[in-house]
């Protein structure tokens, strides 16, 4: 790593401290880990966090700091986690849940603020994403105003906040009256879930679900209330495993196309809807997290000088286009032959369907027959039957995704590039977000390799890979088998049925034995 002596981004985070929401989730534990590794003398990081699950927001942080990403920090930084303290609270209740004492500590010492905690499921309640997304936000402009040394607050948006256009700037797009920010949070308060939820499809309009809507509900109110704030924007594209940082392709959890990737690679998912020649939109989740750091200083230096906060795009379909088709290519190659999961359902096959009718059929073939056999094979054998469940439910995750594989955007990137020119030769380095370094054809075989060792957890040793590619080829040999005796069959039933199929099988074994006839004459001469 570069000397961070010479980093001007480093520098500035030096003894700041700085409140975070979203801590536990993908992009805040990569920020936070960033943070620690590259600027050692940072004030403190007081993540607001809760109780989840039975554990309290201190086992929480432990287990936290246990997990793969840290492990590097674990063995040559054991003492910097001190500087990251959990501070009980959450998003939903007022005042963000934090105690007087809690607040005090914040607006006493806090210089920088990052709201990162969102609610990302493409399907929640529009009550509860209203709440989560834009409720949240107003809390957080509500304590950025009594925070007393503040000098950056940057929230993270997403670049699908518009994705009803085709076209989007780094520029706040106006939704009109009915998108009023304070009116939608006041009908939360008094009207009941099944009301709103009829409510949804009305508010959605050409978006594609309440999150991607809620972003865009969460802006307009930044723009309307906070413009005065030492505020900036970032939009963030479909984040995707690590390209060089903590490890090449690191990941832990199953959003976004990851779950999918999975799923193709054990032979469940077969067929998707989507555009074969639609670009692919993913953006490292180191990429990412570089430029949010970023943001995050160069916030503090702008927003004297700009009447309105600055957004920034983290996209890379503008800049390094990667199709569809492309990436399934790869995905194939790697998941068939080079290193295969370890137990799969089937050979891996995925193919993409533009229509309805298409889709449906190949859904039935490659999908539901084959899991009412299986299912059916385990009910004989006593076994527990899981296969129709598992499509249920990868069929409803792969139509949330549908809307993002049917179409594709061009972001301007112009802050983006602004914000690059301003970057020391060492930050380039050090906090380096330029998409045309990506190697796409290395990049995403990493990211295949990444879901076999930090999500599946597999054994990534060389005699259990060749496991796993004797059991592929097994596979394909069953497969050519079956094609073969389908195909003999179906000529069998056909050569006595019909005198005509039975001269034209006459004419193919003619043809072919006059062939084998003429390669056999050109061998011997």
Known sequence: MDSIDSSQVSQFFSGKNIFLTGGTGFLGKSFIEKLLRS??????????CRAKKGKSPEERMTALFNESLFANLRAQQPDCFKKVIPVIGDVLDDKLGLSEEEEKLIIDNANILIHSAATIRFDEHIKLALNLNVGATVKMVALARRVKNLI??????????????TDIEEVFYEMGADYDPIKLLELCEWMN?????????????????????????????????????????????????SWEEPAPGWIDNLNGPTGLFIAVGKGVLRILEGDVNKVADIIPIDYCVNMLITVTWYTSIITKQVETPLIY?????SKKPYTWLQ????????????????????????????????????????????AYLADGLCKVTGKKAIMLRAYDRIHKASKTFTFFTRREWTWT?????????????????LYNFNV?????EEYYPNYFRGTKKYILKEDMSPAKLQEARAQQARFQRIW?????????????FLYLKSPVCRNLWFKMLGTIMQLLRQVRLTIVS
């Open 39 to 48: 600027c050692p003398d940072i004030g403190n990081i007081y993540m607001l």
């Open 152 to 165: 950056s607050f940057v929230h993270v948006s997403t670049a699908y906040a518009n994705c009803d256009r």
């Open 193 to 241: 879930e099944d009301v709103m939820a009829s409510m949804t499809e009305t508010l959605i309009k050409d978006r594609p679900n309440t999150y991607c809507l809620t972003k865009a509900i969460s802006e307009a109110y930044l723009f309307k209330y906070a413009t005065d704030l030492p505020l900036g924007i970032f939009r963030p594209s479909i984040i995707g495993a």
């Open 313 to 317: 795009h983290c996209t890379s379909g």
């Open 327 to 370: 990436l399934g290519t790869l995905l194939l190659e790697f998941f068939q032959s080079k290193e295969p999961y370890s137990e799969v359902f089937r050979r891996p096959d995925v193919n993409f369907a533009t229509n309805k009718v298409e889709l449906s059929y190949w859904k039935t073939i490659s999908h539901w027959i084959p």
């Open 413 to 429: 990137d112009d802050n983006c590039n602004m914000l690059m020119s301003k970057m020391s030769d060492a930050d380039k380095r």
């Open 436 to 440: 045309h370094d990506i190697i796409w």
């Open 480 to 492: 050519y088998i079956t094609v073969c005796v389908a195909t003999a069959l179906i000529g069998r």
